[in-house]
């Protein structure tokens, strides 16, 4: 069954936000998917009308059935309309014939969220473009691709910003799986791209050691109480061997979907955030990396962190989120 066939790009019509855009142009005609594209943005630099025999004067946001309200986003409907065009002309991508474009004057996270709960959830991924912010500018502002990721519950694709990132074409993918079923959609998605794309798959686990000293030494805290588990039995041979049996799996099933592409495994010892990051880092052939939200107990997250979190902030390449929708959304 295909994963992919309804995409939403989110976009401002900013220089900006041109990589998601060439991106979900290319993602669009190689999956035969719809394209949705959502023109967003609080702060529309308004321009000279050259849709309308009068210019349209800007409304304003409380007052959204006022004629000039909807003549507004008529005008930026066109103007969305003409800029993937043009877009498709620069770039010599073809526009799908299935493609939508809706408008919403929010800001990038709300008009996401709204548009993804108008279609109950239907998308099959978001792309979106990651900016780079400084600390401050993150604490004060927050990252809206990592605000629109996490809010969405739909499967999204963070797009680096920077010209270096326009003509992306995925050349060896890295899936990052943890061997649980939190990683099997991740697991599905990484097998059809690889397959549509004709790329190569390098399959990763780290064990992770300090959820694993975590999970050995600590039967329960809750309230307050301290319970120490029963001796380590296992050694870390044990461990490594067991994981090993479980990729090899994970490895024969993606290599009976895919016929064309060289799959491979990897397999270390560490931080699972900071290894997956320091590999990307030293293969820089490896220019998409695949992971799946990471679940887990709250009280874990707690004191271990989020590992998706700290992917999602530091991650230099395209890095896909896949994430189910929870049910009390649907």
């Known amino acids: 069954m295909q994963m992919i066939k309804k995409i939403l790009c989110v976009t401002d019509l900013s220089d900006v936000a041109k990589n998601a855009e060439v991106i979900a142009l290319r993602f669009a005609n190689v999956f035969q998917a719809e394209l949705t594209v959502l023109s967003c943005g609080e702060y529309y630099a308004h321009v000279p009308n050259n849709y309308f025999d009068e210019n349209v004067i800007q409304p304003q946001p409380e007052y959204p059935h006022t004629e000039d309200y909807i003549r507004f986003i008529e005008q930026k409907k066109l103007e969305t309309i003409d800029h993937f065009k043009g877009l498709g002309k620069i770039f010599n991508l073809a526009i799908p014939d299935n493609i939508l474009f809706e408008i919403k004057l929010d800001n990038e996270v709300t008009a996401t969220i709204d548009a993804v709960e108008e279609k109950h959830y239907n998308y099959d991924l978001v792309i979106v473009v990651k900016q780079q912010y400084n600390f401050w500018e993150r604490i004060l502002f927050?990252?809206?691709?990592?605000?629109?990721?996490?809010?969405?519950?739909?499967?999204?694709l963070l797009v680096p910003e920077g010209e270096n990132w326009i003509n992306w074409t995925p050349k060896i993918i890295t899936f990052a799986s943890s061997l649980t079923e939190d990683s099997f959609l991740a697991e599905k998605y990484a097998t059809e791209i690889t397959d549509k794309l004709k790329t190569d798959l390098?399959?990763?686990?780290?064990?992770?050691?300090?959820?694993l000293h975590f999970d050995l030494n600590v039967s329960h805290i809750f309230p307050i109480d301290y319970v120490p588990s029963q001796?380590?039995?296992?050694?870390?041979?044990?461990i490594k061997n067991q994981k090993q049996i479980q990729l090899n799996q994970v490895y024969e099933r993606?290599?009976?979907?895919?016929?064309?592409?060289n799959v491979t495994t990897y397999m270390d010892?560490?931080?699972?955030?900071?290894?997956?990051?320091?590999?990307?880092?030293?293969?820089?052939?490896?220019?998409?990396?695949?992971?799946?939200?990471?679940?887990?107990?709250?009280?874990?997250?707690?004191?271990?962190?989020?590992?998706?979190?700290?992917?999602?902030?530091?991650?230099?390449?395209?890095l896909l989120i896949a994430q189910k929708i929870p049910t009390h959304f649907t």
Request: aromatic residues 4%; negative net charge.
């Open 142 to 156: 927050g990252a809206p691709a990592i605000e629109i990721c996490d809010e969405c519950h739909v499967s999204t």
């Open 202 to 211: 390098t399959i990763l686990h780290i064990i992770d050691t300090l959820n």
């Open 231 to 238: 001796v380590q039995k296992e050694t870390i041979e044990e």
């Open 254 to 261: 993606v290599k009976s979907e895919i016929k064309n592409s």
């Open 269 to 318: 010892f560490g931080r699972v955030g900071d290894e997956i990051l320091n590999y990307i880092s030293k293969n820089s052939d490896r220019n998409l990396l695949i992971i799946g939200a990471s679940a887990g107990s709250a009280l874990k997250r707690f004191f271990l962190g989020s590992k998706t979190a700290a992917i999602e902030e530091a991650c230099q390449i395209p």
